[in-house]
């Protein structure tokens, strides 16, 4: 651990990661400033004064020349985009730039099991530590998904579980997991890295500093990740592509398998996990990889699988009102992920709720997707009019408009098909705080259908 007594260190972002690494350092004898770009709001205030009562210096409204001047170290919250002003002025005084994981990474010699992608992260980190907890090992889910890596150091875990974001890669030069995890890549926060390739080049950061005897487990059925070659072991999985590799979790006749040191291991059959679709066979055969390549005993692997609830928001079963299910699927924040919701449910038509902050994403799937899987969409916020125009281009015109996630509640309870699924396909701030508000709230208006239907009856 390093010696911070004194040291200047600048953490710049007044989030649940800045907050987290001010603490960790200030309370190790550091030197700590923390500049917050914006007004902070009611519900920030407690942090600003839990942190002063620790000593740590705090400004806010912008950040000054006598913020940059003192930092010897920044600590980055993952949202400032590495184009910004402020990055480009510590860049010019020479300031290491890192994140609150790539300090903990520096900070302990606690294995790290490190998870990225598009999409599926958050699923496959809390299954992974769901597996290990069933098989009686402290590895708590943390990082981007959870709490920050920092507040889980002093615990003393056995491992880490860290969901690691694109933004918090880019501020990474040393961190080497023991296991690394990645999920899959399509286009998403194209406008934060500039390009495609940047964003490519920020997941593979996650490989970068792995050595010889550490793990690489990569999704053979993405044409993108599957062709990457770390200098790590490769433990792949796939739910199509054939299982040639001589280390692999993949399906075989409906069940989860895998395949390492010379022996194949039949777990469970899909039907036995409670999260539905292939793209929660594609998070449960990554977390499968992790548990082989740690040698988790098999019974472990399968208690943990088939007593996996889920996640909050990842096409999550609400209740059914009326004869119709509905599902919360707010976790979808780009066009991929909502198609993979659309095809967990196969034939079924559904009734689509999309729409929010416009990122402005193609498009061209999506609608595919939606002609094939959706009776009719009701579209709501900011990039309502983009995706309408897009669908009524495609002969789609089984179209809603709702001026609020209370309007499309009420439209598709009238339309009276279903199973209705909130799955936006874009970001939540037009509308909501962020996407766990936005998944809350429709779930309280569903409730609120289903509590007026049993008080009418």
């Known amino acids: 651990m390093t010696y911070w007594k004194n040291k200047k260190v600048l953490v710049l972002g007044l989030g649940r990661s800045g907050v987290s690494a001010a603490e960790y350092l200030v309370k190790r004898g550091a030197s700590v400033l923390l500049s917050e770009s914006s007004q902070p709001n009611e519900s920030r205030q407690a942090d600003i004064q839990k942190l002063k009562e620790l000593g740590v210096e705090v400004e806010v409204g912008g950040h000054s020349k006598t913020a940059l001047d003192f930092a010897e170290l920044a600590v980055v919250s993952p949202g400032i985009a590495p184009g910004s002003d402020v990055i480009r002025e510590l860049e010019k005084r020479n300031v290491d730039i890192i994140c609150d994981v790539e300090l903990a ?11 990225t992608g598009t999409n599926g992260k958050s699923t496959t980190t809390a299954l992974i530590s769901h597996i290990l907890a069933t098989a009686g090992l402290r590895a708590p889910a943390c990082g981007n998904f959870g709490v920050p890596v920092l507040d889980e150091l002093e615990k003393m875990p056995d491992y880490l579980v860290a969901e690691i974001s694109s933004y918090q890669l880019h501020y990474t030069n040393t961190l080497s997991p023991k296991v690394a995890v990645w999920t899959n890549l399509t286009p998403d926060h194209i406008e934060w ?54 280390q692999c979790a993949f399906m075989q006749h409906g069940f989860l398998s895998y395949r390492i040191d010379g022996r194949t291991q039949i777990l469970c059959h899909q039907d036995d996990l409670k999260i539905i679709g292939k793209h929660n066979l594609e998070n449960a055969l990554a977390a499968v990889s992790v548990a082989a390549v740690l040698n988790i005993e098999f019974e472990k692997i399968v208690e943990g699988l088939k007593s996996f609830p889920g996640l909050e928001h990842r096409l999550e079963y609400i209740d059914t009102v009326n004869g119709v299910k509905y599902y919360n699927d707010s976790k979808a924040t780009n066009p991929n992920s909502t198609i993979k919701a659309l095809e967990a449910f196969g034939d079924e038509k559904v009734v689509l709720i999309a729409g929010g902050k416009d990122k402005h994403t193609p498009l061209d799937e999506l609608v595919y997707c939606i002609k094939k899987h959706a009776s009719d969409v009701v579209l709501i916020g900011e990039a309502k009019d983009r995706f309408q125009q897009a669908l009524k281009a495609s002969g789609f015109n089984s179209i809603h408009i709702g001026q609020s996630m209370e309007d499309a509640v009420t439209t598709a309870a009238q339309i009276g098909k279903g199973p209705v699924v909130l799955s936006p396909a874009c970001a939540s701030f037009d509308m909501f705080k962020d996407f766990e508000d936005r998944g809350r709230v429709f779930k309280h208006l569903v409730r609120t259908q289903l509590e007026k239907l049993a008080a009418s009856r």
């Open 105 to 115: 990474a520096r900070e302990t010699k606690i294995p790290i099991i490190g998870i």
């Open 193 to 246: 890295h500039g390009n495609l390739q940047n964003y490519r080049e920020a997941k593979q950061k996650l490989f970068a500093q792995q050595k010889a005897n550490q793990y690489a487990i990569l999704n053979e059925d993405d044409p993108i990740v599957k062709d990457f070659q770390p200098a790590s072991e490769i433990f792949s999985f796939a739910v199509e592509s054939p299982d040639h590799a001589i």
